[in-house]
Nanobody
Framework: QVQLRESGGGLVQAGGSLRLSCAAS????????MGWFRQAPGKEREFVAV????????YYTDSVKGRFTISRDNAKNMVYLQMNSLKPEDTAVYYC??????????????????????WGQGTQVTVSS
Protein backbone atom coordinates (compact mmCIF):
# COMPACT_ATOMS: atom_id res chain seq x y z
CA GLN A 1 0.00 0.00 0.00
CA VAL A 2 1.21 3.49 -0.85
CA GLN A 3 -0.07 6.80 0.45
CA LEU A 4 0.56 9.97 -1.53
CA ARG A 5 -0.21 13.48 -0.35
CA GLU A 6 0.17 16.56 -2.53
CA SER A 7 0.63 20.10 -1.28
CA GLY A 8 1.66 23.49 -2.58
CA GLY A 9 -1.26 24.39 -4.79
CA GLY A 10 -2.93 27.78 -4.72
CA LEU A 11 -3.94 30.89 -6.63
CA VAL A 12 -1.28 32.66 -8.68
CA GLN A 13 -1.25 35.28 -11.40
CA ALA A 14 -0.23 34.42 -14.93
CA GLY A 15 3.53 34.42 -15.20
CA GLY A 16 3.97 33.37 -11.61
CA SER A 17 5.40 30.23 -10.07
CA LEU A 18 4.34 27.44 -7.74
CA ARG A 19 6.12 24.41 -6.37
CA LEU A 20 4.05 21.31 -5.77
CA SER A 21 5.22 18.63 -3.38
CA CYS A 22 4.16 15.02 -3.04
CA ALA A 23 4.97 13.06 0.11
CA ALA A 24 4.99 9.28 -0.26
CA SER A 25 4.81 6.52 2.31
CA UNK A 26 4.43 2.79 2.07
CA UNK A 27 6.26 0.54 -0.39
CA UNK A 28 9.83 1.18 -1.51
CA UNK A 29 9.48 4.65 -2.98
CA UNK A 30 12.85 4.76 -4.69
CA UNK A 31 12.12 1.73 -6.87
CA UNK A 32 9.25 3.31 -8.81
CA UNK A 33 8.85 6.09 -11.32
CA MET A 34 6.59 8.92 -10.22
CA GLY A 35 4.29 11.05 -12.32
CA TRP A 36 2.31 14.26 -12.15
CA PHE A 37 -1.07 14.50 -13.84
CA ARG A 38 -3.73 17.20 -13.93
CA GLN A 39 -7.44 17.48 -14.52
CA ALA A 40 -9.16 20.68 -15.53
CA PRO A 41 -12.92 21.15 -15.07
CA GLY A 42 -14.87 19.24 -17.68
CA LYS A 43 -11.75 17.58 -19.08
CA GLU A 44 -10.10 14.22 -18.73
CA ARG A 45 -7.09 13.71 -16.50
CA GLU A 46 -3.91 14.23 -18.49
CA PHE A 47 -0.23 13.46 -18.12
CA VAL A 48 2.07 16.32 -17.17
CA ALA A 49 5.49 14.92 -16.23
CA VAL A 50 7.26 11.77 -15.09
CA UNK A 51 10.57 11.02 -13.41
CA UNK A 52 12.33 7.67 -13.39
CA UNK A 53 12.88 5.65 -10.24
CA UNK A 54 16.45 6.97 -9.94
CA UNK A 55 15.71 10.53 -10.98
CA UNK A 56 18.01 10.07 -13.96
CA UNK A 57 15.42 10.66 -16.64
CA UNK A 58 12.37 12.86 -17.01
CA TYR A 59 9.70 13.46 -19.60
CA TYR A 60 7.15 16.24 -20.05
CA THR A 61 4.05 16.84 -22.06
CA ASP A 62 4.73 19.40 -24.79
CA SER A 63 2.61 22.16 -23.24
CA VAL A 64 4.79 22.40 -20.12
CA LYS A 65 8.25 21.77 -21.55
CA GLY A 66 10.66 24.53 -20.58
CA ARG A 67 8.32 25.79 -17.85
CA PHE A 68 7.88 22.85 -15.46
CA THR A 69 10.54 20.75 -13.76
CA ILE A 70 9.94 17.45 -12.01
CA SER A 71 12.40 16.22 -9.39
CA ARG A 72 12.57 13.74 -6.56
CA ASP A 73 14.41 13.19 -3.30
CA ASN A 74 14.47 9.47 -2.59
CA ALA A 75 16.00 10.00 0.84
CA LYS A 76 12.93 12.01 1.84
CA ASN A 77 10.32 10.07 -0.20
CA MET A 78 9.35 13.29 -1.96
CA VAL A 79 8.51 14.30 -5.51
CA TYR A 80 8.29 17.90 -6.65
CA LEU A 81 6.90 19.84 -9.58
CA GLN A 82 8.34 23.30 -10.03
CA MET A 83 5.99 25.31 -12.23
CA ASN A 84 7.19 28.58 -13.73
CA SER A 85 5.66 31.01 -16.22
CA LEU A 86 2.22 29.73 -15.34
CA LYS A 87 -0.64 30.28 -17.75
CA PRO A 88 -4.42 30.31 -17.16
CA GLU A 89 -4.63 27.06 -19.12
CA ASP A 90 -2.51 25.40 -16.41
CA THR A 91 -5.46 25.73 -14.03
CA ALA A 92 -6.40 22.25 -12.82
CA VAL A 93 -6.26 19.83 -9.94
CA TYR A 94 -2.78 18.33 -9.92
CA TYR A 95 -2.20 14.73 -8.84
CA CYS A 96 0.94 12.78 -8.15
CA UNK A 97 0.91 9.08 -8.87
CA UNK A 98 3.16 6.07 -8.42
CA UNK A 99 4.09 3.75 -11.29
CA UNK A 100 2.87 0.19 -10.81
CA UNK A 101 5.93 -1.29 -12.52
CA UNK A 102 9.37 -1.66 -10.98
CA UNK A 103 12.47 0.35 -11.97
CA UNK A 104 11.18 2.01 -15.13
CA UNK A 105 12.74 4.93 -16.97
CA UNK A 106 10.76 8.07 -17.70
CA UNK A 107 10.29 7.03 -21.32
CA UNK A 108 8.83 3.71 -20.22
CA UNK A 109 6.55 5.24 -17.60
CA UNK A 110 5.21 8.29 -19.42
CA UNK A 111 1.67 9.12 -20.23
CA UNK A 112 -0.52 6.10 -19.55
CA UNK A 113 -2.84 6.63 -16.57
CA UNK A 114 -3.53 2.92 -16.16
CA UNK A 115 0.19 2.33 -15.52
CA UNK A 116 -0.16 4.16 -12.20
CA UNK A 117 -1.74 2.32 -9.31
CA UNK A 118 -1.58 4.83 -6.47
CA TRP A 119 -2.82 8.40 -6.56
CA GLY A 120 -2.89 11.33 -4.20
CA GLN A 121 -6.00 13.33 -3.44
CA GLY A 122 -4.90 16.25 -5.61
CA THR A 123 -4.07 19.89 -5.07
CA GLN A 124 -5.81 22.78 -6.82
CA VAL A 125 -3.78 25.17 -8.96
CA THR A 126 -5.55 28.26 -10.22
CA VAL A 127 -3.84 30.73 -12.54
CA SER A 128 -5.57 34.05 -13.03
CA SER A 129 -5.12 36.16 -16.14
Amino acid sequence: QVQLRESGGGLVQAGGSLRLSCAASGRSFSAYAMGWFRQAPGKEREFVAVISWSGGSTYYTDSVKGRFTISRDNAKNMVYLQMNSLKPEDTAVYYCAADKFHLRTAAQAMGVLSDYDYWGQGTQVTVSS
